[in-house]
């Protein structure tokens, strides 16, 4: 009986959210900020202010779910990265179910649960093996807790593919591929859930693609493969991953965006990328672009469940000023600047263009980059990187004994060269020098003697 009457209600609580939703967007929603408002406050900010329809949270917040309860707006839990393995017993999957699901579902009207979060980049290894037999679990457990309308899906960066500038030559990384990331689409296929990718222009960016990626008019992108042409970022992405899919006989599972979003703020060297205009002028286009329901060129008039990332700025996070500066909001509500998400505000204006250079001349190293630890990395955190990039097959010959780059024989030498390598293997991209916060993007040529770092 408990069981018919929670997929009865879910049902008529689904039908009222798809009515409601045609013209919403999503965002996540974290709260490693001081000051943050309490839950019941955001959510009735949410309902009776903006146009958000569906919000995302990073765990299962207890307090959040039971906030949101009876607002109509939908929520997405995530699934802590440590308790994969436990999951893939679907007893322990159950019960975290029944302790972090059932007690908020219906009346919190959830509509996924993410296993994790871009787990195959940042692993560890024993996570990614274990991945698809978590949702699987997962998915099994609601199932036999009589929950039938909530989604199981895990959220992807897009270090998932292999770097290109075209959408027809895209693939994913060799090795994710057949090994984890076909399953997982059998999985989606099976279960009729979308694969969750976060796909980032912001990090993207060079002054020469910066109107491309902030849906800005330019000149643009022509694909010669597939004869479309694309006239902003966010829909080269996602065809990317489209034809991916479609390389692996995946193109009819569906595609959610689980974030995307651009700083307002950042320190000296990421500018100047970050910016209130800029983030006006892509979360604002990504907004319109939505509303339009035009799709991408590969996949006209189809909707992607789009989540902003984020709704506050958060100043405990670690990393850079622009890792604390995503937010559409101040912990007051106040915006920080126009998206077109308030209820009361009309589309997003237009940026004008500025009369003066806004690019500053290339540093003179020609342009080059490195990836470094950051100054507060620990050597505990810098060690696992160095583990990880170790364990692939990046080339760390010359930090082994009698190597060009042993000595100085630290680990955050041995780390900073390792990174470095792993950023230029994977592409010049800013998300392929995070390591989890601890690295940080230099013009400055970290190189000494006859140690001399990739470049």
Not at 235 to 256: F, P, Q, R
Not at 267 to 280: H, I, R
Request: aromatic share 10%; net charge neutral.
């Amino acid at each position: 009986m408990a069981a018919v009457s929670y997929s009865a209600a879910a049902a008529a609580l689904f039908i009222l959210a798809a009515a409601t939703a045609v013209q919403s967007i999503g965002v996540n929603y974290g709260t490693l900020g001081d000051n943050l408002p309490p839950p019941s406050q955001v959510a009735q900010f949410i309902k009776d202010k903006t146009t958000i329809d569906r919000i995302k949270l990073f765990d299962a917040n207890p307090d959040i779910l039971r906030a949101f309860a009876n607002t109509g707006i939908l929520v997405a839990v995530t699934i802590p990265n440590g308790e994969i393995p436990s999951l893939t017993d679907i007893g322990y999957a159950r019960s975290w179910v029944v302790a972090n699901i059932k007690p908020f579902y219906p009346a919190t009207q959830i509509n996924y649960i993410l296993v994790g979060n871009e787990i195959l980049h940042w692993g560890p290894q024993n996570l990614r093996d274990n991945l698809v037999a978590a949702m699987v679990s997962v998915h099994d457990a609601l199932q036999q807790e009589g929950i039938n309308d909530i989604k199981v899906t895990t959220a992807h960066s897009l270090a998932i593919l292999e770097p290109t500038d075209l959408p027809s030559l895209a693939r994913f990384v060799t090795g994710w591929d057949q090994a984890v990331l076909a399953p997982m689409l059998q999985f989606h296929r099976r279960t009729k859930t979308p694969f969750m990718v976060n796909p980032y222009p912001y990090f993207g960016y060079t002054p020469e693609k910066a109107d491309l990626a902030l849906f800005r008019p330019t000149k643009p992108v022509f694909d010669k493969f597939t004869r479309r042409t694309y006239g902003n970022m966010f829909d080269i992405l996602l065809d990317s991953v489209y034809i991916s899919m479609m390389k692996l006989g995946y193109k009819d599972v569906e595609i959610a965006v689980g974030e995307t979003g651009w700083a307002s703020q950042g320190e000296t060297f990421e500018q100047p990328k970050c910016s209130v205009d800029n983030a006006a002028s892509y979360n604002g286009g990504l907004v319109r672009h939505y509303n339009s329901g035009r799709g991408t060129p590969l996949m006209p008039r189809r909707k992607f469940d789009t989540y902003i990332f984020a709704l506050f700025n958060e100043n405990q996070k670690t990393g850079s000023l622009a890792e604390k500066n995503f937010g559409l909001f101040r912990p007051d509500f106040s915006a920080v600047y126009d998206a077109g998400v308030m209820r009361s505000s009309g589309p997003a204006p237009k940026v004008p263009r500025p009369s003066h250079p806004v690019h500053p001349k290339p540093p003179a190293t020609g342009g080059k980059k490195w990836c470094v630890p950051k100054p507060g990395a620990s050597d505990s955190a810098l060690q696992k990187n160095l583990d990880y990039v170790c364990s692939l097959d990046i080339d760390c010959k010359p930090i082994n004994a009698g190597g060009a780059c042993f000595t100085p024989n630290t680990v955050r030498d041995h780390a900073s060269f390792a990174m470095n390598s792993y950023y230029h293997a994977k592409g010049l991209f800013d998300y392929n020098c995070d390591f989890s916060g601890t690295a940080l993007v230099t013009t400055t040529d970290p190189s000494t003697g006859t140690c001399k770092y990739i470049s």
